[in-house]
């Protein structure tokens, strides 16, 4: 008799075959919609009932975000709603901009805002951000959680196929400008989340004032997807240290506070293409 996760993967692996749907299910992030075809954050979901949300509750725990008065979370890399969904609901933030750049995943986002009755806390912005204001072609993966912003000069050689991946143009924006023109003052910005995929620094390119401001980040590290987007990641540690104070793993189960000039030890154990973490870094 196949067990519980067994059975789900069995479903999952048959939904997955059928003309693409959306499916909706309840998870420890709120009710949330996500594409019958996408293999990566989706599957999790529909699997597990969560994604990642154990980096989220140490990220809460840690940052005491609550305390700190701010009300905006900028949410980058949104996805179909996992973070900001997930802080709203708990009342972490008052606020969320939540900027997602991939159509149909952005698609997902909004309804599953609706869904959960956040419209009035959550903005949605349908573009990518980088270090410029413009478009960008933008490369699809079967999970939607790998989209990316394509540059030129990847450092890397693909592992994942990236050549053979549909492109498609988006609109491309400065993370300060998208602030400016949502008339929200960068000293009212509690947390600023991403998830884009080795594109971490250009965003941060296109934030001096927000970083001016003392902002705490939640970022991934991940060696890989750093090089695909021309970046060294011994480079993006030492860009970090520039700007941030410490760190926390939240790779960890129970991460310590650590200075930034430790940042590229920590680059020690991500030796394989797939290998990354999460950090939360503090002003």
Not at 152 to 164: D, I, K, R, S, V
Not at 256 to 273: F, K, Q, W
Request: glycine share 10%.
């Amino acid at each position: 008799m196949a067990t519980g996760e067994a059975l789900k993967r069995l479903v999952w692996r048959a939904l997955s075959r059928l003309p693409e749907f959306r499916i909706t299910r309840r998870t420890r992030h709120g009710v949330l919609g996500f594409s019958s075809r996408d293999r990566g954050v989706g599957r999790i979901l529909f699997m597990r009932g969560e994604y990642e949300y154990e980096q989220l509750e140490r990220a809460v725990a840690l940052g005491g975000f609550p305390s700190r008065g701010r009300g905006w979370l900028l949410d980058v890399g949104a996805n179909v709603g996992t973070v900001c969904i997930a802080l709203a609901r708990r009342g972490a933030f008052a606020r969320a901009l939540a900027v997602e750049p991939a159509p149909d995943t952005f698609r997902h986002l909004v309804r599953n805002v609706a869904r959960n009755r956040l419209g009035d806390a959550i903005r949605c912005v349908n573009a990518a951000l980088s270090a410029t204001s413009g478009t960008a072609e933008l490369e699809l993966s079967t999970n939607s959680g790998d989209h990316r912003v394509r540059v030129a000069g990847p450092l890397a050689a693909e592992q994942y196929h990236e050549h053979t991946r549909p492109l498609i143009r988006v609109p491309l924006r400065r993370l300060d400008d998208l602030l400016d023109e949502h008339g929200i003052a960068r000293g009212d910005v509690g947390l600023l989340w991403m998830d884009v995929q080795g594109h971490e620094q250009h965003v941060l390119d296109g934030a001096p004032k927000l970083l001016a401001g003392g902002v705490p980040l939640v970022v991934e590290l991940w060696p890989y997807g750093l090089r695909r987007a021309g970046v060294e990641p011994e480079a993006f540690a030492d860009y970090l240290g520039a700007r941030f104070r410490s760190y926390y793993d939240l790779g960890q189960a129970a991460p310590i506070a650590r200075p930034t000039a430790e940042l590229p030890a920590s680059l020690g154990p991500l030796v394989s293409y797939k290998s990354f973490t999460d950090l939360l870094l503090v002003p």
